[in-house]
């Protein structure tokens, strides 16, 4: 004779191991996949400046070609606001604590 305790048992080790299993195929299908750009592109605006911010809350860095990642522009490796400043005590600084820090401007173009 079969116990409610038993069928319990039983329907939930069904239910994880179905979702389990879906879970898997649809990881594994996603994985499949290969991002593929569009067949048709319509214009949707035009760019008059590039302007990249590589050290989180420095000046910007103004550019005239850059190439364009999934991850954002990028110009060699440098990428937007991957650098920041750390203080001695390996503490990250921003301009909201020392507002001066946003005058710091490069002025020699597409060379860090």
């Known amino acids: 004779m079969i116990t409610n305790r038993t069928r319990l048992a039983c329907v939930t080790?069904?239910?994880?191991?179905?979702?389990?299993v879906v879970f898997f195929l649809w990881w594994w299908w996603n994985r499949?996949?290969?991002?593929q750009l569009p067949s048709?592109?319509?214009?949707?605006?035009?760019?008059?400046d590039?302007?990249?911010?590589?050290?989180?809350?420095l000046g910007p860095i103004r550019y005239t070609?850059?190439?364009?990642?999934?991850?954002?522009?990028k110009d060699g490796w440098l990428r937007d606001r991957t650098l920041l400043v750390i203080d001695i005590n390996e503490h990250f600084v921003t301009a909201r604590?020392?507002?001066?820090?946003?005058?710091?401007?490069k002025f020699v173009n597409n060379s860090f």
């Open 32 to 35: 499949k996949q290969k991002y």
């Open 13 to 20: 080790v069904t239910t994880v191991g179905v979702g389990t």
């Open 97 to 105: 604590q020392f507002p001066k820090m946003i005058q710091v401007r």
């Open 65 to 73: 070609t850059m190439e364009c990642t999934v991850l954002g522009l």
């Open 50 to 57: 590039l302007v990249t911010y590589p050290v989180k809350s």
């Open 40 to 48: 048709k592109w319509r214009k949707v605006g035009e760019l008059s």
